[in-house]
């Protein structure tokens, strides 16, 4: 049986993208200011309980990774952004996954090298452009890196429970 609802985490240090994907359409996505991310985290993991006749989501976080360069104080509160997720997450015993941006990469582009544009194109060929507000497309109302980082990490999440590597 596929999993009906995937949560997928963009976490930033002042903001963070939020996006949801049933396997059919993006539900919901979202970027946040990190004061009010835990009101909209949920908001659509009982969105996706009530939805999915009680399916509990997945929840999928982006993590940092080393990459061998130095790193400023935003890469910090990032982190600790991450922390803050994870606890609440513990806290209220919903399971999550941690993943690393180069799965993504390697999941959506077949590279580690591959950039957020090839990720973009690589969804884009896979499910239609925005389209219009005229005729909308599956990625309409999608805007900003963050918001497509995130319908990548939920995306990937969906296909990893799917099996559909």
Known sequence: MENKFVI???PGNIES?????????IVYCEKVKNKEFFDHLEHNITQSLVSGLYARPSIYIEDIQAM????GQEVFDTAKMIGRIQYHLELKNDPYSMVKRTE????HCGSVRAKDTNIRQSLIDRFGDKGTKKE????????????WSSCAIAVYGYDMLNGRK
């Open 17 to 25: 993208a939020i996006c949801v994907y049933n396997g059919e359409k």
């Open 136 to 147: 909308p497309g599956f990625f309409y109302g999608i805007s900003g890196s963050d918001q």
């Open 68 to 71: 061998g360069m130095a790193v």
């Open 8 to 10: 997928a985490v963009d």
């Open 104 to 107: 993504i990469k390697l999941h």
